[in-house]
């Protein structure tokens, strides 16, 4: 955990901003990303973190490891495939 909340300090955050970046986050996946990292900086071990969100611990790890590499960015979510988004689509039609 301390090694949690020292990257945390890194990036100029603490546990109070995780929560709100939680439910700022602009999806799903980069809510269940920060809420990852909330789990692991209040003591919970990868396996338990993968567990609560149904992720495999080596997922977790990978988002841990962007997050150490690239701070915040690291943990944002960009669609690499399937359908663009609505407003992608509605901008063509024009």
């Keep these: 955990m301390t090694d949690i909340l020292a990257l945390l300090d890194q990036w100029h955050l603490d546990l109070k901003a995780i929560r709100k970046l939680i439910y700022r986050a602009p999806s799903p996946r980069e809510r269940e990303r920060w809420h990852a990292l909330w789990l692991l900086a209040h003591g919970r071990t990868l396996t338990e973190v993968a567990e609560a969100l149904?992720?495999?611990?080596?997922?977790?790890?990978?988002?841990?490891?962007?997050?150490?590499?690239?701070?915040?960015?690291?943990?944002?979510?960009?669609?690499?495939?399937?359908?663009?988004?609505?407003?992608?689509?509605?901008?063509?039609?024009?």
């Design 54 to 94: 149904d992720r495999d611990p080596h997922t977790i790890s990978e988002w841990l490891e962007n997050f150490r590499e690239h701070g915040p960015v690291g943990l944002s979510f960009e669609q690499s495939g399937g359908s663009p988004p609505p407003s992608a689509r509605r901008n063509r039609r024009s």
